[in-house]
């Protein structure tokens, strides 16, 4: 038995379901406009893939404008990254963020905001009258719960709320292969000046051994970043392929390619790189890191050409900037577009918006686009936006008591942009 039930009696205005980057965003903004918010969260912490994946550090989010620095994404995550700063989990500049703050940093935001977060419960189900989404149904300790609202957001990352609502959605590419699946781990101990002096040769060493069939990791080179502990490497370099990240079977067995593929590259660096003799293998992170998965098919489809263009989106709710880094679905390889300086694209709000739904909004890496323009958006800073806007614009439904669809965008625009968000117009 539930020992508050009052948790699944009442009617909510918000349901968040997905704890990550965006639905935090989403929830706060909303709360701070009124409304009163559940998030549904399956881990034990907010904050999402830098907690779930190991993801570090935030991927660039600037550009330069009239010579000077100019952030593209602001709003919530600017606020972000300085409560993270004030707690030292966040390093200005370098980017790197520590992933046990950031829990604790969320821990207290929420608190402070009184949102209501619910941990160790994964949506099992939703309700739906029309087109309009009544309750969802989340799997948890205490059996199956079932919590009703006016509006809900779906920041799971893989759009599960869209897709067992039944809106239409496809799977990465159009032949059906996603971004490869990696699962970071850290290493320590290691003498990072020793190591830095023969980084080059390290990535010869490792192509050779991979040419020679003695490096099984398809990865082209050994993808290495920074943290904030001394001594300690992270490393976002497995690779598996050709696996479907929403099929469970399949992520069972990408897991344990992955897991190999760590012991390896532990293997190799500590018997041929300099930097690594002491080293010791620290973690690797609770889940494999999923790049792409889903994408609602949604009223708008952001797509390559768009972003190249810079197309700025009449109801455009967020910017980026960030190349289309495509880590090749098929094996070695890694892809990119950069933008040139002082230039960026726009996600218009349609691209949140689901078919078949109005009262559900999609925020995070699972919005309405193709596989290229995932590529670019589906970062840190990037879906922080999103969720801030899809935050935003329920507020003004719920308080409007219109659907999601109906609200005046320009009303939206204004409250991002008084909020401190650039929407790239
Ligand atoms: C290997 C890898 C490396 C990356 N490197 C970088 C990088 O260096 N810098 C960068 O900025 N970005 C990077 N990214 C991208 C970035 O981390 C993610 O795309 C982004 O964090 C996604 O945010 P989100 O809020 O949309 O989803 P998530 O962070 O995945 O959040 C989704 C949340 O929903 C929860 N959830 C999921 N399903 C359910 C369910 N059914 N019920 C309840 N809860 C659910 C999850 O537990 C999670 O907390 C990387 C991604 C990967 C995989």
């Not at 980017?95 to 419960?121: C, G, M, N, S, W």
């Not at 239409?168 to 032949?175: A, F, K, N, S, W």
């Not at 344990?256 to 760590?262: F, N, P, V």
Request: hydrophobic share 40%.
């Amino acid at each position: 038995m539930l020992n508050h039930p009052e948790m699944t009696e009442k009617m909510w205005d918000l349901i968040v379901v997905g704890g990550g980057m965006a639905g935090v965003a989403a929830a706060v903004a909303a709360k701070r406009n009124g409304l009163d918010v559940l998030i549904i969260e399956k881990t034990g912490f907010l904050g999402g893939a830098p907690g779930t994946m190991l993801i570090n550090p935030f991927m660039p989010y600037s550009t330069t404008v009239d010579h000077k620095r100019f952030d593209l994404s602001r709003g919530f995550f600017s606020e972000l990254r300085a409560l993270l700063k004030e707690i030292g989990g966040y390093a200005d500049g370098r980017e790197d963020i520590h992933e046990e703050y950031l829990k604790l940093a969320l821990d207290r935001l929420v608190t402070k905001e009184k949102i209501q977060p619910l941990f160790h419960a994964v949506l099992c189900g939703v309700e739906k009258d029309g087109e309009t989404l009544t309750a969802v149904k989340a799997a948890t300790k205490a059996g199956v719960l079932r919590f009703q609202a006016r509006c809900f957001i779906d920041a799971t990352g893989d759009a599960d709320l869209a897709v067992a609502a039944g809106c239409p959605y496809h799977l990465g590419r159009p032949d059906g292969l996603c971004q490869p699946m990696t699962l970071c781990f850290r290493i320590g101990n290691v003498d990072i000046p020793v190591f830095n002096r023969h980084r080059e040769e390290m990535q010869q060493k490792y192509k050779q051994l991979q040419a020679e069939g003695k490096i099984k990791n398809p990865r082209e080179n050994v993808l290495i970043f920074n943290t904030l502990v001394d001594g300690v490497l992270h490393f976002n370099t497995t690779r598996v392929v050709k696996h479907d990240p929403t099929d469970p079977f399949e992520v069972t067995e990408a897991e344990m390619i992955a897991r190999e593929q760590m012991l390896e590259m532990y293997t190799f660096l500590k018997e041929n790189c300099p930097g690594f003799e002491h080293s010791q293998l620290l973690y690797s992170a609770g889940e494999i890191g999923v790049r792409e998965s889903r994408m609602i098919d949604g009223e708008y489809l952001l797509t390559e050409e768009d972003l190249r263009a810079c197309v700025k989106f009449e109801d455009a709710v967020a910017a980026g900037n960030y190349d289309i880094d495509i880590h090749n679905p098929e094996g070695s390889g890694t892809s990119h577009y950069y933008f040139p300086a002082g230039t960026w694209y726009t996600i218009p709000y349609r691209s949140l918006q689901p078919k078949n739904a109005d009262n559900l909004l999609v925020a995070g890496r699972c919005i309405s686009s193709t596989h290229e323009a995932q590529a670019s958006y589906r970062v840190m800073p990037i879906v922080t936006t999103l969720g801030q806007a899809a935050g935003t614009a329920a507020a003004i439904a719920v308080k409007t008591g219109v659907g999601v669809k109906q609200i005046d965008v320009s009303e939206l625009q204004k409250a991002l942009t008084e909020n401190g968000a650039f929407i790239g117009l």
